[in-house]
């Protein structure tokens, strides 16, 4: 089983999709049993807050199921262990979560997008309100790293 964590800054927008959108395409592929599938933040800032509601209508626009009660929590140091991938949705993520894990000498870091050949950020629709943008990156990526895999 390979065990992937999606990561962004809070846990209440990007990496919260990408783990709901990431397990919905398994889900389609019958693959259920070979992942496990978590997502997690690199800052304290949000830690117990529920997926942001427009994150959750964008979800449920697309249909994509997600848990009501997932709450963001922070990476830990025992998450690069506990985990095979850790994908970041933006070089800043990579960054701070290098600064709680240490280096990556098993290779585990890795960017959303570099899935897609493009080696961009997930657009932050914190900051940009778009929510169907950060869907349809977190799509496509999606695609592609289950595909790699």
């Given at each position: 089983m390979t065990r992937i964590l999606f990561i962004c800054h809070g846990n209440i927008c990007r990496s919260p999709m990408a783990e709901f959108i990431f397990k919905a395409l398994v889900r389609t592929y019958g693959l259920?049993?070979?992942f496990y599938v978590e997502s997690a933040a690199v800052s304290t800032e949000e830690i117990g807050n529920p997926i942001y509601p427009p994150a959750k209508r964008s979800l449920t626009q697309h249909g994509i199921p997600f848990d009501n009660n997932k709450r963001a929590r922070q990476v830990t140091i025992n998450d690069y262990d506990r985990f095979d991938l850790l994908i970041c949705m933006d070089r800043s993520n990579v960054r701070l979560l290098?600064?709680?894990?240490?280096?990556?000498?098993?290779?585990?870091?890795?960017?959303?997008?570099?899935?897609t050949g493009d080696f961009t950020d997930v657009a932050d629709p914190w900051?940009?309100?778009?929510?169907?943008?950060?869907?349809q990156d977190i799509l496509s990526a999606s695609e592609a790293f289950l595909k790699c895999l």
């Open positions: 259920d049993d070979l290098k600064q709680i894990v240490g280096d990556d000498p098993q290779g585990k870091i890795h960017l959303m997008m570099s899935y900051y940009t309100g778009d929510f169907e943008t950060t869907f």
